[in-house]
């Protein structure tokens, strides 16, 4: 047999075989297509035989979801607002066409389903690996809307053409559309197009232009998402989406369509007149975490739901008496004066006061969670948490004089100098000075590990000048941060949704306990919190005293245009934000100013329930400074040979036995730790990235000429320590 041979026999048998396996291939596909097509038959014969729902017309949906503060009051309803109903003849036909365009082009030729569409929605989503096409029709948007929740299950989906199906041998089609026409979700407590034209535009809904009426068109798939109290922007880029299929359906003109597409969108300026919402900022940051535990905002309105949150009541009305009688009283009256109020308890992580600006029906824009602004001197903490981390006590001593690192000079508020004061009293009066030695000697990058490890995720430059709170902050995760001094060193996520009931009372979701997490030593915590103290007392803090144990700090950005109070007790900690939108100086505003009495005033009632108890952190003793005492000084002159001592001392007590295993030195015999422990200036100089300045070699100049050099350079933005 040739080689020949016996290479092109197993040829043919391999190609005959793969032949066969094409045939077999085929005879499955048309196998499974005609099993689905089979199955499609079937299903549609079942749903064509199905009886109609009698009295239809006549339903009215009890779809009442109310979203309850922690001590019982509503605060959010979701169907009180849905206005009278209309007849179909007094809706436009522009925007019935919109609704059509949008959610159901083929409405008036199907029978309540659409078995195509699913279908072609269903490769749509296996080929894009997630959903990107929707299927329901309008009569099986009303199904949902009528009798069924918004579960995304197979077997609510089977239900939903079950009873479409059942409602088109019911009622007419007109009727199906004026139906859901007059019960839809629309956003905004607005059910059905009525309440919708007159929530966000303060129309009749035979009132409405053409773009008016497409920009609600496009609300049913995503209410709060495409909401132009919302976003703006992405409720023009909806509206505009709707245009363009009326054009392609030629239900408009190409001149229509590009001049609706123009046209600015132009809102009702007082949206709460035809809402149930006694804590809007809170409620809108409820819906927000109901999106992230999977309940959209269809879900939530049309749900029927009772919606317990963590909100106090009380604390809530003080909270928004505060921001507007304590803001007045002051002379901030205009709608660009804002503030910020945010509350919760550290222990626990329930969020008791939530306000984002001064009035919502004005504003909707959140000043907690969305702006980032400088927080001045309220973020000096982070710098001293970081050196209490590395040793440094607060009764060690430092050199409040002026200081030049690289080409920066500091100055204090007022160019007032102390000399060698108490770390302590350094934090307490707020010195810049202090604070840019404390970096300098601690290191840029241990004080952005602690701002990270607090939870700061907003950016922050590898500078010297952050000590002085020159980065952008969110007051939510500032105000987080600081809980961490309150609790610790451990930190919690706020949480605001307790528990949800479905219409039946059945418990849908319940809050977990939440899981603290270690961000910083305990003796860390309580140094901090002794510290923080002594600002309310004694220091620029006092306007934000209520009598009993807090500790906080006041902030202010260059020019007064940001004012903070940051504080907190053993059970709340609170932020509080002071300033313009628009980025502009306010007045000789301080965050002891009325950041401070805002804070004042919503403590004195969020800490009602706790009475006066003191934080449970071991006792610390901080030293009364007396001038001309005979200290050691946090300054380039003494910290090395200071550091090495200590380090001699630590080395000794190793080889005698006897060293102990606390990396702050926490348990030492009173006689040791009275001695000042100072942050060690390596040598060796250590290459630091591009951004960051490199401090000057320090020589025996005095303080009057770094004063003097210091006047001479163009000063850089900084705090002001209140």
Same mark, same amino acid.
């Given at each position: 047999?040739?080689?020949?041979?016996?290479?092109?026999?197993?040829? /043919?048998?391999?190609?005959?075989?793969?032949?066969?396996?094409? !045939?077999?291939?085929?005879?499955?596909?048309?196998?499974?297509?005609?099993?689905?097509?089979?199955?499609?038959?079937?299903? =549609?014969?079942?749903?064509?035989? &199905?009886?109609?729902?009698?009295?239809?017309?006549?339903?009215?949906?009890?779809?009442?979801?109310?979203?309850?503060?922690?001590? @019982?009051?509503?605060?959010? %309803?979701?169907?009180?607002?849905?206005?009278?109903?209309?007849?179909?003849?007094?809706?436009?036909?522009?925007?019935?066409?919109?609704?059509?365009?949008?959610?159901?082009?083929? +409405?008036?030729?199907?029978?309540?389903?659409?078995?195509?569409?699913?279908?072609?929605?269903?490769?749509?989503?296996?080929?894009?690996?997630?959903?990107?096409?929707?299927?329901?029709?309008?009569?099986?948007?009303?199904?949902?809307? &009528?009798?069924?929740?918004?579960?995304?299950?197979?077997?609510?989906?089977?239900?939903?053409?079950?009873?479409?199906?059942?409602? #088109?041998?019911?009622?007419?089609?007109?009727?199906?559309?004026?139906?859901?026409?007059?019960?839809?979700?629309?956003?905004?407590?607005?059910?059905?197009?009525?309440?919708?034209?007159?929530?966000?535009?303060?129309?009749?809904?035979?009132?409405?232009?053409?773009?008016?009426?497409?920009?609600?068109?496009?609300?049913?798939?995503?209410?709060?998402?495409?909401?132009?109290?919302?976003?703006?922007? /992405?409720?023009?880029?909806?509206?505009?989406?709707?245009?363009?299929?009326?054009?392609?359906?030629?239900?408009?003109?190409?001149?229509?369509?590009?001049?609706?597409?123009?046209?600015?969108?132009?809102?009702?300026?007082?949206?709460?007149?035809?809402?149930?919402?006694?804590?809007?900022?809170?409620?809108?940051?409820?819906?927000?975490?109901?999106?992230?535990?999977?309940?959209?905002?269809?879900?939530?309105?049309?749900?029927?739901?009772?919606?317990?949150? !963590?909100?106090?009541?009380?604390?809530?009305?003080?909270?928004?008496?505060?921001?507007?009688? *304590?803001?007045?009283?002051?002379?901030?009256?205009?709608?660009?004066?804002?503030?910020?109020?945010?509350?919760?308890?550290?222990? %626990?992580?329930?969020?008791?006061?939530?306000?984002?600006?001064?009035?919502?029906? =004005?504003?909707?824009?959140?000043?907690? !969670?969305?702006?980032?602004?400088?927080?001045?001197?309220?973020?000096?903490?982070?710098?001293?948490?970081?050196?209490?981390?590395?040793?440094?006590?607060?009764?060690?001593?430092? #050199?409040?004089?002026?200081?030049?690192?690289?080409?920066?000079?500091?100055?204090?508020? @007022?160019?007032?100098?102390?000399?060698?004061?108490?770390?302590?009293?350094?934090?307490?009066?707020?010195?810049?000075?202090?604070?840019?030695?404390?970096?300098?000697?601690?290191?840029?990058?241990?004080?952005?590990?602690?701002?990270?490890?607090?939870?700061?995720?907003?950016?922050?430059?590898?500078?010297?000048?952050?000590?002085?709170?020159?980065?952008?902050?969110? &007051?939510?995760?500032?105000?987080?941060?600081?809980?961490? +001094?309150?609790?610790?060193?451990?930190?919690? #996520?706020?949480?605001?949704?307790?528990?949800?009931?479905?219409? =039946?009372?059945?418990?849908?979701?319940?809050?977990?306990?939440?899981?603290?997490?270690?961000?910083?030593?305990?003796?860390?915590?309580?140094?901090?919190?002794?510290?923080?103290?002594?600002?309310?007392?004694?220091?620029?803090?006092?306007?934000?005293?209520?009598?009993?144990?807090?500790?906080? =700090?006041?902030?202010?950005? *260059?020019?007064?245009?940001?004012?903070?109070?940051?504080?907190?007790?053993?059970?709340?900690?609170?932020?509080?934000?002071?300033?313009? *939108?628009?980025?502009?100086?306010?007045?000789?505003?301080?965050?002891?100013?009325?950041?401070?009495?805002?804070?004042?005033?919503?403590?004195?009632?969020?800490?009602?329930?706790?009475?006066?108890?003191?934080?449970?952190?071991?006792?610390?003793?901080?030293?009364?400074?007396?001038?001309?005492?005979?200290?050691?000084?946090?300054?380039?002159?003494?910290?090395?040979?200071?550091?090495?001592?200590?380090?001699?001392?630590?080395?000794?007590?190793?080889?005698?036995?006897?060293?102990?295993?606390?990396?702050?030195?926490?348990?030492? %015999?009173?006689?040791?730790?009275?001695?000042?422990?100072?942050?060690?200036? /390596?040598? /060796?100089?250590?290459?630091?990235?591009?951004?960051?300045?490199?401090?000057?070699?320090?020589?025996?100049?005095?303080?009057?000429?770094?004063?003097?050099?210091?006047?001479?350079?163009?000063?850089?933005?900084?705090?002001?320590?209140?």
């Amino acid at each position: 047999m040739s080689d020949r041979y016996q290479f092109e026999v197993p040829e /043919k048998i391999r190609k005959i075989k793969q032949k066969r396996n094409y !045939t077999y291939l085929g005879y499955l596909f048309v196998f499974a297509a005609a099993v689905v097509l089979a199955a499609f038959s079937a299903f =549609k014969l079942y749903l064509l035989s &199905l009886p109609p729902i009698h009295n239809l017309e006549d339903f009215k949906p009890n779809i009442i979801t109310k979203i309850y503060s922690s001590d @019982g009051e509503i605060i959010k %309803t979701f169907t009180a607002y849905t206005f009278k109903k209309v007849e179909l003849e007094e809706i436009p036909d522009t925007l019935i066409q919109a609704i059509i365009a949008t959610e159901d082009k083929n +409405f008036y030729h199907h029978d309540g389903y659409d078995l195509i569409g699913l279908a072609r929605s269903i490769v749509a989503n296996v080929m894009a690996g997630r959903v990107v096409q929707g299927a329901s029709t309008i009569t099986q948007q009303l199904s949902r809307i &009528l009798f069924l929740n918004n579960e995304k299950t197979f077997n609510r989906k089977i239900k939903e053409f079950v009873i479409a199906a059942r409602i #088109e041998k019911s009622i007419s089609k007109d009727q199906i559309l004026e139906m859901y026409l007059n019960n839809v979700y629309l956003g905004a407590g607005a059910y059905g197009v009525e309440g919708a034209a007159q929530i966000y535009f303060n129309k009749s809904v035979k009132q409405l232009t053409l773009p008016e009426m497409a920009l609600i068109a496009g609300l049913p798939q995503a209410p709060s998402v495409y909401s132009p109290f919302n976003n703006l922007k /992405k409720a023009e880029k909806r509206r505009n989406q709707v245009l363009r299929r009326m054009y392609k359906m030629r239900f408009i003109t190409k001149d229509e369509y590009l001049t609706a597409r123009k046209e600015p969108i132009k809102l009702n300026h007082r949206p709460n007149v035809y809402t149930y919402n006694k804590a809007p900022y809170f409620c809108d940051y409820v819906m927000r975490e109901l999106d992230k535990l999977g309940f959209d905002e269809e879900d939530i309105s049309q749900g029927g739901y009772k919606i317990t949150t !963590t909100l106090d009541y009380n604390t809530q009305l003080a909270t928004n008496d505060a921001i507007v009688n *304590d803001m007045n009283a002051y002379g901030l009256k205009g709608d660009n004066n804002q503030a910020a109020v945010f509350a919760y308890n550290h222990v %626990t992580g329930k969020i008791i006061a939530y306000a984002g600006g001064k009035d919502y029906s =004005k504003s909707q824009y959140d000043r907690i !969670t969305q702006a980032i602004r400088p927080p001045g001197s309220a973020f000096k903490p982070f710098v001293y948490a970081a050196a209490l981390e590395k040793g440094i006590t607060p009764n060690d001593m430092v #050199e409040d004089m002026p200081v030049k690192i690289g080409n920066w000079a500091p100055r204090n508020y @007022g160019n007032k100098y102390r000399g060698n004061i108490p770390v302590y009293t350094a934090l307490m009066v707020s010195s810049n000075v202090c604070a840019a030695r404390m970096i300098e000697y601690t290191g840029i990058r241990p004080v952005i590990q602690m701002a990270r490890m607090l939870g700061l995720t907003t950016p922050i430059e590898y500078d010297y000048t952050i000590a002085l709170g020159s980065n952008g902050v969110k &007051l939510f995760e500032f105000t987080r941060a600081y809980g961490a +001094f309150a609790n610790g060193g451990f930190k919690v #996520e706020p949480y605001s949704v307790e528990k949800i009931e479905d219409s =039946k009372g059945k418990v849908v979701y319940e809050a977990p306990t939440v899981k603290p997490l270690k961000v910083m030593n305990l003796s860390t915590a309580s140094e901090m919190t002794a510290i923080l103290k002594t600002v309310i007392t004694n220091g620029t803090g006092m306007a934000a005293n209520i009598g009993k144990p807090a500790a906080g =700090k006041t902030g202010t950005t *260059d020019d007064s245009k940001d004012g903070y109070f940051m504080g907190y007790t053993p059970n709340i900690v609170a932020g509080v934000w002071v300033g313009n *939108d628009d980025n502009t100086k306010v007045g000789n505003l301080t965050g002891g100013t009325v950041p401070a009495t805002i804070w004042k005033d919503v403590m004195k009632v969020a800490t009602q329930p706790y009475g006066n108890v003191d934080f449970q952190y071991a006792s610390y003793d901080l030293t009364p400074f007396k001038a001309g005492k005979s200290v050691k000084i946090i300054s380039p002159d003494a910290v090395q040979k200071a550091f090495d001592k200590k380090e001699k001392e630590l080395n000794q007590k190793s080889e005698d036995g006897n060293a102990e295993n606390d990396n702050k030195y926490a348990d030492e %015999t009173p006689a040791e730790s009275s001695i000042p422990k100072l942050l060690p200036i /390596k040598k /060796k100089e250590v290459k630091k990235p591009e951004m960051a300045p490199t401090p000057q070699p320090t020589t025996s100049t005095s303080s009057s000429q770094v004063l003097e050099e210091a006047n001479k350079l163009a000063p850089i933005p900084m705090a002001s320590p209140f």
